[in-house]
């Protein structure tokens, strides 16, 4: 049973662009969201993070949107940069446990 | 202040033989959590562990596979007698706290799991 799912494996944009990664989940009663951003040979680091109770939030170039009725949530860099290429991950946490479920990631290449 | 520490960074081991992996949290941390990557997936929770108790191992094999967070030295992941299906990238991720909005988990850096 998979809760949180990224469909698109992967993602390629031009430098400069804006970059949309996108992320579903099923369960209702997450509290919030959480994006980390993985590269090669190294663990995940947070990124941003948004509360089930809005719908946006914003961090210089990163900003996240929550659609609760859709159960969606994506991503957008802009402008995109050769350095944000990575895996991105979008998380949540099952409540009070502590623990975090993941998506299955979606590769960002940014070309110069 | 030295951020979460996992060694080795790579392990090779023939069917059979034991992997032990290891986290250093970052000071302070008392919280662990250890997640599977396997190859193309996303990271699968195992174990949480607060300071010599297990708090949640909903995500561990049920043979094979132990952990441990005792009172002094690191956390042990423990797999015995390994089996190809377990190569993988092992994370490890400390907190202050429990996990929450608040309170950030700190990855390791991971070890790599070959098994030949």
């Known amino acids: 049973d998979q809760q949180v799912k990224q469909n698109s494996p992967s993602l390629s944009v031009q430098e400069g662009r804006i970059s949309i990664l996108n992320c579903d989940y099923t369960n209702s009663m997450f509290d919030y969201f959480l994006w980390y951003k993985k590269y090669p040979a190294e663990g995940p680091t947070f990124l941003i993070s948004i509360s089930s109770i809005k719908d946006k939030n914003e961090d210089g170039r990163f900003t996240v949107f929550l659609n609760k009725s859709a159960k969606h949530l994506s991503l957008h860099i802009v402008p995109s940069q050769p350095g944000d290429s990575a895996v991105y991950f979008c998380a949540a946490p099952p409540s009070n446990t502590g623990k975090l479920i993941f998506g299955q990631g979606t590769t960002l290449q940014v070309k110069p | 202040n030295a951020g979460v520490m996992q060694n080795p960074r790579h392990l090779v081991r023939r069917r059979g033989q034991e992997a032990r992996l290891r986290c250093s949290p970052m000071k302070g941390h008392s919280h662990v959590y250890w997640y599977r990557q396997l190859p193309e997936e996303g990271l699968k929770f195992m174990v949480y562990?607060?300071?010599?108790?297990?708090?949640?191992e909903s995500g561990m094999p049920k043979e094979r596979f132990s952990a441990e967070f005792p009172k002094e030295g690191p956390s042990i992941l423990r797999i015995q007698q390994v089996v190809r299906g377990d190569s993988a990238a092992y994370f490890c991720?400390?907190?202050?706290?429990?996990?929450?909005?608040?309170?950030?988990?700190?990855f390791g850096q991971g070890t790599r799991l070959t098994v030949v």
């Open positions: 991720a400390s907190s202050p706290l429990a996990v929450s909005e608040n309170t950030e988990a700190f």
């Open positions: 562990l607060q300071k010599e108790n297990i708090i949640d």
